[in-house]
């Protein structure tokens, strides 16, 4: 098992920024990739940007260039830094851990974005 706890969302202005953490506890040892993925009111869950062990990263087009997902290994913590925020990248945004070989997925609570015109 693996238990992820978010922080960071808010209300920020367009062109602001805000920093998300997801720190990873449990069987992280066996997490093979993080990433974070957001929900819009009445859209699908989509990927925003994730990263593997081996520190691959990649982002959805619509973030390229403003958003960065980094990890602290210390802190089984990894980060999204958003920056130029847009009001269209209002959504609860989420935390996720894949241990690819056991075939597990596991989500954190979910965090509140949204960004003001």
């Known amino acids: 098992q693996v238990q992820l706890v978010e922080s960071g969302g808010g209300l920020v202005q367009a062109g602001g920024s805000l920093r998300l953490s997801c720190a990873a506890s449990?069987?992280?040892?066996?997490?093979?990739?993080m990433g974070w993925y957001r929900q819009a009111p009445g859209k699908q869950r989509e990927l925003v940007a994730r990263?593997?062990?081996?520190?691959?990263?990649n982002y959805a087009d619509s973030v390229k260039g403003r958003f960065t997902i980094s990890r602290d290994n210390a802190k089984n913590t990894v980060y999204l830094q958003m920056n130029g925020l847009k009001p269209e990248d209002t959504a609860v945004y989420y935390c996720?851990?894949?241990?690819?070989?056991?075939?597990?997925?596991?989500w954190g609570q979910g965090t509140q974005v949204t960004v003001s015109s």
């Open positions: 449990g069987s992280i040892f066996e997490i093979s990739a």
């Open positions: 996720n851990a894949e241990q690819t070989v056991a075939g597990n997925w596991y």
């Open positions: 990263i593997t062990s081996g520190g691959s990263t």
